[in-house]
């Protein structure tokens, strides 16, 4: 069974090029279609949390599309996947949408490459701030590019107001997941914080949809046993990470709290990544490439 992650979308090429968020995977609208199509092609089943919590037959080759974050541009998304009648779930960090606030790797993307700064160096930087808390970050931010820096500038990059969010989660084929209340990066915080941010999310998603997710992605993948305890106290009962891996079937009941999932970058190598993820390369070979892709500055969270 093979996930899949998307966060903002572009409507086109043109759009992509103004720079407003961080590129971490350029992902257009139509490249989004091209990519469900090639799974489509091979043979693919879409399926929902639900379905591979009931059991999926180890038969088939299945597809969980997911979005993170809750950027606005994501809901580009509906009409494709309506159109192929794929489901998704939508991982949101909900208090980004109640202060209208960007996600702070593309603050420091928009602002340094308005600087002239190189991608490269960009990307050194955003790893270094990932070691720090989400405070930390917004004060480093603040002081290096004035307090307005953290607003949104565009659809692209801002996150959903909460009636598009809740009229997002009405619609066919929506499942909404938890991406912790701040999109904290829980490894970097105490146990404590962790559990408060993962509950709040499960709390203040149920109470704008009236439902209570069954899914969380970690933010940045990260994650420790006792973040996917609390996740399950939480009532949670699946779990997803950023690792490069296809998930086995049948999955074992503890691996649904922390299952694999792929990144496609739209780029050139498009279509060489999707024949990656679906081959059945040793998943250390698998990094190896991957580390290529990301000292190039493709790849973030
Ligand atoms: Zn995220």
């Known amino acids: 069974m093979t996930i899949l992650l998307f966060h903002c ?3 086109n090429e043109a759009e992509v090029d103004l720079k407003l968020v961080y590129p ?3 992902m257009t609208v139509a490249r989004l279609t091209e990519t469900l199509q090639y ?7 879409p399926v929902s949390p639900s379905d591979i919590l009931k059991g999926l037959s180890s038969r088939g080759k299945h597809l969980l599309i997911t979005f993170d974050d ?3 541009s994501s809901k580009l998304s509906l009409p494709v996947l309506k159109q192929f009648k794929i489901p998704a779930v939508f991982f949101v960090s909900l ?3 109640y202060q209208n606030k960007s996600f702070w790797w593309d603050v420091l993307w928009r602002e340094r490459i308005k600087r002239g700064a190189s991608v490269r160096s960009i990307s050194h930087e955003l790893n270094r701030l990932k070691c720090l808390t989400n405070e930390e970050i917004d004060r480093f931010l603040e002081n290096e590019f004035g307090e307005a820096a953290l607003k949104p500038v565009s659809d692209v990059d801002r996150p959903f107001t909460v009636v598009e969010f809740q009229d997002l989660a009405k ?8 991406h912790t209340f701040d999109h904290v990066i829980l490894t970097n915080y105490p146990s404590s914080v962790g559990r408060k941010q993962i509950k709040r999310s499960q709390e203040e998603i149920e109470r704008l949809t009236g439902i209570a997710p069954l899914v969380i992605s970690y933010p940045n993948g990260n994650y420790t046993a006792d973040i996917l305890r609390f ?3 939480s009532g949670l009962k699946m779990g997803i990470t950023t690792t490069y891996v296809k998930n086995r079937l049948p999955i074992e009941p503890e691996k649904m709290m922390y299952l694999g999932r792929f990144m496609p970058v739209a780029d050139g190598l498009l279509r060489n990544q999707l024949d990656l ?8 070979r698998l990094h190896a490439v991957f580390r290529f892709w990301a000292k190039r500055g493709k790849l973030t969270q």
């Open 9 to 11: 979308l572009f409507r």
């Open 231 to 233: 996740a399950r106290e």
């Open 277 to 284: 993820f679906r081959s059945d390369i040793a998943v250390t």
């Open 39 to 45: 799974y489509l092609d091979n043979g693919f089943i």
């Open 24 to 26: 971490q995977q350029n």
């Open 95 to 97: 208090n980004h949408m």
């Open 171 to 178: 619609q066919e084929g929506v499942l909404i997941g938890n």
């Open 70 to 72: 809750g950027y606005y």
